[in-house]
């Protein structure tokens, strides 16, 4: 019943299996003092009777228990024949439950009851656990209070070395953390709130800095088993470039990952490193520049993007940025012509190609390289795991890999999700860019909404409107955007206004074609969906009008609006709105409003969706905490980072002694959680 239910097939799952609240047995509430922000309650009273009403589905059992104050109702409505055995009008019982209200009057359904003993209330503090439990195992009779004297019973058996140490007695003097044994015993029974919360803390902790050891040890080993290319010196093609063809200078924050990049590629290892950073920081350029440190040590790059549009826009600038240097490079997407993409695969073998940029085309078993040092992949939450191995097999030894993310994702995810990564974060714009007003307006106000869009076209800006992309149902999408583009088109006729449109189920040809109108500036405004969300550059456009907003997630909403604010102009964002909205989406849209800090934006949408939703990370067991919460414990997550960092760079064997309990406590968890690669 319990394996069934919960999971539970060990003590150590029982001992794992924390109470969820403590009840302080010696308070005993009067049933006057309920009220409605009453939770759980305690009373000592007297049953005054106990019968069976309704019959059928409607049979239940009801009592009444009274005490010098009022009287309670309480209700049964399984168990009622083995319940009503047991119960002796006329007795004093003690008695806890959750209260409800039925008609405004308050009751207690499925109370736990004992008879009650006078002496047992009173005298020394008793803090009983409460335990999750299910609605299942309540109707046998197993609920969250009963599973106490299970636990009760287990304590009663266990010796303190059942529950061995697993952390060094010095981090355990150093962080005042109490030990595993008595933080487990507490956590269950604690004699007292403080002591509660210190066993809590050191089993978050724990929780932490294990996972943070774990993962730094997935990433040593890594670096140790994975011979990787060596990029030995930075020769002609970066130093050309970086002189004499880079269009700007270098923010700080490009500098430092790319001196990150440069080291970690110098070494011997394979770089498995994942680059975050705002949408319009200039990842592209980093790219690049890493891409022309293997050409200069004799090695090609590949460059992946999740779409056609964006291969092809990468494709675009890196040409126009290359093109008075010596680097060849070329487009390999799904729609390369036969002839040419002969000709590609035959230049990537022979090494006669130093740059190929491309789609999942890329991935395929006949694309071969001569000297594949570095693969680049751009937007990653758009690749799965295996797409991404399968582009490290195209060389003997493993090419360097660089992973760009498209929206940043909070430290604290990032450090449990991609902790076996090597991670760099650009955390600065490019000087200049102008912050990008966002407003949201009601749907009824579309008319001044399109007079403002109207304003801003006259000056020779363009525009987007989106709307949203509903994949259950791809027709409703398709039709939802047709209606959107009719009334576009109403606002803005024809003889005056070109409006391009892109949509997903778009052959590729006309994908194409319109969005080259939309950024050749032939088309004013640009109809679509959430096709266009990633990477796609058009400075000329500045206002971004997102229909239906509140059905958007945050991460999308701060992508899509990331379309616009690239150029020199000033932009705007007009969230549209239904009017009814709930109270989560009314949050999405104030931070939207609020702030263009993508990282904010990110932390925020931690808080409001819990990690297991965000977008661009890994479904893995990284994030299955029992207790510890990587929204609301960062600086004991930091605290654990630290100590793991300091622990494995001291010794990341663990030969140590005082590393000994963690070794064991590792091995004896191994093959738990099963991390993957991610690329
Ligand atoms: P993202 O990080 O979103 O991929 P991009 O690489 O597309 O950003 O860069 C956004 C824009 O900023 C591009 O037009 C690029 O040329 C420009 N850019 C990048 N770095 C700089 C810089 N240091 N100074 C000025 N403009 C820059
Ligand atoms: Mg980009």
Known sequence: MLKKELQIFTFNDLLNH???????????????????????VQIVGRLLFVEVVGSGRGKRMVAMV??????????????????????????????????????????????????????????????????PTTEKLKSKGINGRSFAKLTHQLFSQLQPTDIPEN????????????????????????????????????????????AQVRLGLIRLQRHRANKGVVFEKVGNYFNEFYNHHLPFALTNAQKRVLKEIRMDTAKGHQMNRLLQGDVG????????????????????????????????????????????????????????????????LHGLVEDSIHFVVGTHALIEEVVQFKN?????????????????????????????????????????????????????VMDELPPGRQSITTVTRNEMKRASVMDFVKSEIAKGRQAYFIYPLIEESEKVNYEDLMQGYEQVKSFFPDHQYNIAMLHGKMPNELKEANMLKFSSGEAHI??????????????????????????FGLSQLHQLRGRVGRGSEKSYCILITGSKLSNEAKERLQVMCATNDGFKIAEKDLELRGPGDIEGTRQSGALNFKLASIVNDKILLELAKTEADALLNEDMDLNLESNLPIKKFLLSEKGKTGWSKIS
Request: charged share 25%; aromatic share 10%.
């Open 526 to 551: 640009m109809v679509a969906t959430t096709v266009i969300e990633v990477g796609v550059d058009v400075p000329n456009a500045s206002v971004m009008v997102i229909e239906s907003s509140e059905k």
């Open 66 to 131: 009274k005490d010098k104050t009022g009287e309670l109702e309480l209700t049964w409505f399984h168990g009622v024949s083995y319940i009503q055995k047991n119960l002796i009008e006329g007795t004093d019982y003690l008695i806890f439950g959750k209260v409800s209200f039925f008609n405004s009057k308050a009751q207690i359904v499925h109370p736990e009851m004992e008879v009650f003993v006078p002496q047992k209330a009173g005298g020394k503090i008793f803090l009983e656990p409460v335990y």
């Open 281 to 344: 920081s200039g990842k592209t350029i980093v790219a690049l520049l890493s891409m022309l440190i293997a050409a200069d040590n004799g090695f090609q790059s590949c460059i992946m993007a999740p779409t056609e549009i964006l291969a092809q826009q990468h494709f675009k600038s890196i040409t126009k940025l290359l093109q008075n240097t010596q680097i060849k490079v070329r487009l390999l997407t799904g729609s390369t012509k036969a002839k040419e993409r002969r000709e590609i």
């Open 18 to 40: 924390f109470p969820f609240r403590h009840i302080d047995k010696t308070s005993i509430s009067t049933i006057a003092s309920i009220n409605f922000q009453t939770e759980y």
């Open 167 to 210: 952390l060094s007695v010095q981090l355990l003097q150093k962080l005042k953390l109490l030990d595993r044994a008595t933080a487990y015993r507490a956590a269950h029974f604690p004699k007292e709130e403080k002591e509660y919360e210190e066993a809590i803390r050191r089993l978050k902790f724990e929780e932490f800095f294990i």
């Open 372 to 424: 594949l040092g570095l693969v680049v992949v751009d937007e990653q939450h758009r690749f799965g795991v295996a797409q991404r191995a399968a582009l490290w097999k195209k060389a003997t030894i493993p090419p360097h890999v660089l992973v760009m993310t498209a929206t940043p994702i909070p430290r604290t995810l990032a450090m449990t999700a991609y902790g076996d990564l090597d991670y760099s």
